[in-house]
């Protein structure tokens, strides 16, 4: 089992930034690729970015790309998305996930651990 905790959420205004941390426990954290998604209101959860077990590999949808950047610090456990330039359509619940395999991926269903999510809001 691995249990995930986020970290960061909160209230900016459009253009400002947020940092999103995800503490991991339980199993062996650094085997496991990690992700971020993303929840709004009435709309389905959808992918934000993903990071390979190394930090090597990372993958963004198209519409955070340039502007959010996931990073991990596998001796902290913790896996990190920088937001940067927010804009109010990026206001959603945003959940932390680790896979059980090193790979990352942007699909959902090919997460196995989930966080409970942390309320980001961007005001215009």
């Known amino acids: 089992q691995v249990q995930l905790l986020e970290s960061g959420g909160g209230l900016v205004q459009a253009g400002g930034s947020l940092r999103l941390s995800c503490a991991a426990s339980g199993r062996t954290f650094d085997r496991n690729a990690m992700g971020w998604f993303r929840q709004a209101p009435g709309k389905e959860r959808e992918f934000v970015a993903a990071?390979?077990?190394?930090?090597?590999?990372?993958y963004y949808a198209d519409s955070v790309k340039g502007r959010f950047t996931i990073s991990r610090d596998n001796a902290k456990n913790t896996v990190y998305l920088q937001m940067n330039s927010l804009k109010p359509e990026d206001t959603a619940v945003y959940y932390c996930?680790?896979?059980?395999?090193?790979?990352?991926?942007?699909?959902?269903?090919?997460?196995?651990?989930w966080g409970q999510g942390t309320q980001v809001t961007v005001s215009s």
């Open positions: 996930a680790a896979r059980t395999v090193t790979r990352p991926s942007g699909l959902t269903y090919e997460y196995h651990y």
């Open positions: 990071i390979g077990w190394s930090g090597r590999s990372t």
